[in-house]
């Protein structure tokens, strides 16, 4: 069973500072199928890049994704206040189990 | 502008039973696959079940195989059945994107909070 493990937990940054968001597989997968959502509190999550990379619609070009095999990466080029959240990496695809990581905060240092 | 709204969360003991619908709207339902996300209190999210567009291929995670039984008309639902206390979330009804890859979510519903508990 695939599981995706993201760190850290929480990232504490002020406004303006670049963010580094980490998902680790334990098991290489094809990179098309990674994807990351956001998610603030009281609300459903949004989804912001698929294909490990690519943006959805209507995400600013300050959010962007990289990485293959085991090892992906989402970057907050700069931290504006609504981007303060909770970011989870996600498997989905070729595969009918559709795993999540458990979630990286950042919050407000 | 898609809307999802789901319903017929509440408060159900264990080994109860409890059926969640999600109406859907603005776009052509037929044609995407539709998901069952869930969330426990505090904690991250867990996919729960995907159906296919036409209803004729279904896939639940492990934790409710055999309890679970996603369905679809013009609405979407999940039927629960023998309801644990681990089953307590918030339930989201997602839909996927018209990439044709199961399991990526472009619309979400806002959630229905199903509390298992004697």
């Known amino acids: 069973e695939m599981v995706l493990t993201q760190s850290p937990g929480a990232l504490s940054l002020s406004p303006g500072d670049r963010a580094t968001l980490s998902c680790r597989a334990s098991?290489?997968?094809?990179?098309?199928?990674l994807a990351w959502y956001q998610q603030k509190p009281g609300q459903a999550p949004r989804l912001l890049i698929y294909g490990a990379s690519n943006r959805a619609t209507g995400i600013p070009d300050r959010f962007s994704g990289s990485g293959s095999g085991t090892d992906f990466i989402l970057t907050i080029s700069r931290l504006e206040p609504e981007d303060f959240a909770v970011y989870y990496c996600q498997r989905y695809g070729s595969s009918p189990t559709f795993t999540f990581g458990g979630g990286t905060k950042v919050e407000i240092k | 502008e898609v809307q999802l709204l789901e319903s017929g969360g509440g408060l159900v003991q264990p080994g109860g039973s409890l059926r969640l619908s999600c109406a859907a709207s603005?776009?052509?339902?037929?044609?995407?696959?539709m998901s069952w996300v869930r969330q426990a209190p505090g904690r991250g999210l867990e996919w729960v079940s995907t159906i296919a567009g036409s209803g004729g291929a279904t896939y639940y995670a492990d934790s409710v195989k055999g309890r679970f039984t996603i369905s679809r008309d013009s609405s979407l639902y999940l039927q629960m059945t023998s309801l644990r206390a681990e089953d307590t979330a918030v339930y989201y009804c997602?839909?996927?994107?018209?990439?044709?890859?199961?399991?990526?979510?472009?619309?979400w519903g806002q959630g229905t909070l199903v509390t298992v508990s004697s």
């Open positions: 603005g776009f052509t339902f037929s044609s995407y696959a």
């Open positions: 997602a839909k996927d994107t018209s990439f044709g890859d199961f399991g990526l979510f472009d619309s």
């Open positions: 098991q290489n997968f094809y990179s098309r199928y």
